[in-house]
């Protein structure tokens, strides 16, 4: 944590009571999606929540999705945080070219005049 953010948002492997009162002491927002127990499923309320969260957090996501998919990075393959840093800081850097690729192709050069 940095100290400046606002909410967790992440999936029900994190819902605890124990995370819920650590971000409670932080002010932070609970984003974190509830998770169903055997004999005590989801209500209708905790499964719109989940919805709700799950739109946000699939932004944070994808990036990744698109790591493992497109470049190979499911697992770490360097020993050492500095290498896989560097190996990872490539693949988005490819990533955001590939996105811009593909916008280009599909909206072409916008006008020179557009930018203002």
Same mark, same amino acid.
């Given at each position: 944590m940095l100290g400046d953010?606002?909410?967790?948002?992440?999936?029900?492997a994190y819902s605890s009571q124990q995370a819920r009162d650590k971000l409670a002491k932080f002010g932070m927002a609970d984003q974190v999606q509830r998770k169903g127990y055997r004999g005590k499923p989801l209500s209708k309320q905790e499964q719109?929540?989940?919805?709700?969260?799950?739109?946000?957090?699939a932004g944070g996501e994808r990036p990744f999705a698109t790591y493992k998919r497109h470049y190979g990075l499911a697992r770490t393959r360097f020993m050492g945080l500095g290498k896989n840093a /560097?190996? =990872? *800081?490539?693949?988005?850097?490819?990533a955001n070219i590939r996105k811009g690729a593909k916008c280009l /192709?599909? =909206? *072409?050069?916008p006008e020179p005049s557009y930018a203002g």
């Open positions: 953010e606002s909410a967790l948002y992440a999936d029900a719109a929540r989940n919805k709700a969260i799950a739109v946000t957090q /560097t190996v =990872y *800081g490539l693949a988005a850097m490819a /192709t599909l =909206y *072409g050069i």
